[in-house]
């Protein structure tokens, strides 16, 4: 089974501090991708990755920076949290090969007092 | 510009019947793919169904088929037999761009089913 794991399901923070989200797949996929969903919004693309230290700004990268450092890894940094940057996180994986579904974590809901 | 458009914010379905969700795609990409998922209240998002553009055949997956209009480029999500469990927010997405391509989500439906 594939698994693509995140590394809280809740997080509270401070307006201003540094937040890291990291998510971490099992399944050696060179793809991985960061969203952020909020309601009536749907799914919005913040940055995504195809290879290590590669990545690629997505629809909303404003306030947001990623590192890929090894390929199961991919983690997303709100370098000075904003109460705008509440929200549900999900991180994704697929693989190259066309036709795979996209696998998802758990998802992280941030909350930024 | 790639788009997916689902119009129907929420909808509501009697047990046991059967419910289509709305799903209409914009790409100029002759290469997609199509993708339905599930998110309950939990949060966690659950694949259900995929059609490539290639396909010839719709989709199914148990209670769940994919009406593939390509022509009028839809991808309506069909449910049998509404359960309980149904009760979740749909989203349809569409891959493009080859090995590279991200998914591009619509807003959602938000399904109810009445017991």
């Known amino acids: 089974d594939v698994k693509v794991t995140q590394s809280s399901r809740y997080l509270v923070k401070r307006t201003g501090e540094k937040v890291f989200l990291e998510c971490v797949q099992d399944?050696?996929?060179?793809?991985m991708f960061w969203y952020r969903q909020d309601p009536g919004l749907g799914l919005r693309l913040i940055y995504f990755?195809?290879?290590?230290?590669?990545?690629e700004k997505g629809d909303i990268p404003e306030g947001y920076s990623v590192s890929r450092e090894k390929k199961e890894r991919f983690s997303l940094i709100l370098e000075s949290a904003s109460t705008n940057q509440t929200s549900m996180y999900l991180c994704?994986?697929?693989?190259?090969?066309?036709?795979?579904?996209?696998?998802f974590g758990p998802g992280t809901r941030l909350t930024v007092l | 510009a790639q788009k997916i458009t689902q119009t129907q914010p929420g909808m509501f379905v009697q047990e046991k019947e059967a419910v289509t969700l709305d799903c209409t795609y914009d790409?100029?990409?002759?290469?997609?793919?199509l993708f339905w998922y599930k998110q309950p209240s939990s949060g966690e998002m659950i694949f259900l169904i995929y059609q490539g553009s290639y396909d010839q055949q719709n989709a199914t997956e148990g209670r769940y088929s994919l009406n593939f209009q390509k022509a009028r480029k839809s991808a309506n999500l069909v449910i049998s037999a509404s359960q309980l469990g149904d009760s979740a927010m749909y989203f349809c997405a569409m891959r493009v761009g080859g090995s590279q391509g991200n998914l591009i989500f619509g807003k959602g439906t938000k399904l109810s089913v009445k017991p």
């Open positions: 994704a994986s697929i693989p190259i090969q066309f036709g795979h579904e996209q696998f």
């Open positions: 790409t100029s990409d002759p290469s997609y793919g």
């Open positions: 990755s195809y290879d290590v230290k590669m990545k």
């Open positions: 399944m050696d996929h060179e793809n």
